[in-house]
Structures are given as C-alpha cells and as structure tokens.
C-alpha cells in the first residue's frame, strides 16, 4: 500500500526540541519531493517547506525559514521535521505530503498528521 | 491573512450545484496551475483537482475545476451529504523566490 506514516502526538513544554518523522512506503521514497503543511488548531493549510529525499535538496517558505529544520534520510525512506525551541505557538497538526511528479503544489499522498502540543 | 482569498463559507441543498472561488494575482493563480483539496472533519486533506482542472483517479465527475485570469474556481455538482467538508485552493506563487500558498479554506456545509 501507497502510504505516508506519522506518529500520533507529541507533548512539549516551551523550550524543548522535537522531530517528528513522517515515512513512506509502496513507492519509490527519494524521487518524490515531501512537504510539510502546519495546520494550526481551527485554521487553515500553511506550507512550511519541501524536500526532495534523493539528494535532499531542500526549499522552505519564508514563514519557516530558520525557525524549523527539514530534513530526509532515504536509505530508510523517512522525512523529519524539527524544532530546537518550541513556542506554545507551535501547537498544531503537522502533516507530511508526497508532491506529484508534475505541479509545485499538488500533493497527492498525505499523512495522516502529527499533533504537536507545547504548553507549559 | 492568506495570499489566495476564498470565501469562508459555502452552502447548498442535496442536488445542488455550488462553486467556491479563489482569487488571487499574476504571481500566483495567474501563471500557475491551481490545485484543490478536500478536508473531511478530523482528517487529513486529500487531493481533489490538480493542475486547475484534473481530477485524480477515484474523484467523482462532479468535482470539476476553472481558472480565468487570476481567479480560479472549484464546482460540485449534485451535492451530496457527504460533500460536507473544507476546501482549499493552492498554487505557486512566484515572488519571496518562489513559495507554495494556499487560500484560507471554505467551509462548506449541506443543508
């Protein structure tokens, strides 16, 4: 089965780190671009960047940029988001999402979501 | 404040036909490939139109998308009950060196 696997939930407090990992099977992981998409609680679809596993090439949006580190090992067919400082503003779903081979934002398998609590 | 703008809301009756815009500029919708998505209550979204008016295998006729200019829409056809959902556009917007952005959602609920 075609499929994008992520863990449940994590729980936090201010301050500490997190990855969260997000792994693909039933394709061929590192020659599809993944993306991570914030949703946070009662909002809408944020895209905070994309990496391609192969060569892990990496792009992130602005709003990201320098507050998260994407990264991907395919020899284990597996993408990471992290964090080395959470906010309680990080709370939210944290979905991974495999790109089409064609269209920057067409993203045809999803994950089904981490959620991320931060709270003191 | 979403770079695409969609209407939060949506309504309509079984049978129905309803469309949801997404507006947007010459850097975004205007040069770009729109794609929609569909967000059941509690579960991750799922791809319902790509390259503006696709539909990946297993989405029914009856979703159908458009684009003109810098607007692009999304049409439901025989609304059904299960319809009941939020929908999302996106696209790739040109500026900032290039970044995915997508509409603000609309929720759509089946009278």
């Known amino acids: 089965e075609v499929q994008l696997v992520q863990f449940g939930a994590e729980v936090k407090k201010p301050g500490e780190s997190l990855k969260i990992s997000c792994k693909g099977s039933?394709?061929?992981?590192?020659?599809?671009?993944i993306a991570w998409v914030r949703q946070m609680p009662g909002k809408g679809l944020e895209w905070m960047g994309t990496?391609?596993?192969?060569?892990?090439?990496?792009r992130y949006s602005p709003s990201f940029q320098g507050k998260v580190t994407i990264s991907a090992d395919k020899s284990i067919a597996t993408a990471y988001l992290q964090w080395s400082r959470l906010r309680v503003s990080d709370t939210a779903i944290y979905y991974c999402?495999?790109?089409?081979?064609?269209?920057?934002?067409?993203?045809?398998?999803w994950g089904q979501g981490t959620l991320v609590t931060v709270s003191s | 404040q979403s770079v695409l703008t969609q209407p939060p809301s949506a309504s309509g009756t079984p049978g129905q036909r309803v469309t949801i815009s997404c507006s947007g500029s010459?850097?975004?919708?205007?040069?770009?490939?729109v794609n929609w998505y569909q967000q059941l209550p509690g579960t991750a979204p799922t791809l319902l139109i790509y390259?503006?008016?696709q539909r990946p295998s297993g989405v029914p006729p009856r979703f159908s998308g458009s684009k003109s200019g810098t607007s692009a829409s999304l049409a439901i056809s025989g609304l059904q009950s299960e319809d009941e959902a939020d929908y999302y556009c996106?696209?790739?917007?040109?500026?900032?060196?290039?970044?995915?952005?997508f509409g603000g959602g609309t929720k759509l609920t089946v009278l």
């Open positions: 010459s850097s975004n919708i205007g040069g770009n490939t």
């Open positions: 390259d503006t008016d």
């Open positions: 990496i391609y596993p192969g060569d892990s090439d990496t």
């Open positions: 996106a696209t790739w917007d040109d500026r900032m060196n290039g970044r995915v952005v």
């Open positions: 039933g394709y061929t992981f590192s020659t599809y671009w």
């Open positions: 999402a495999r790109r089409r081979e064609s269209g920057y934002s067409a993203f045809d398998l």
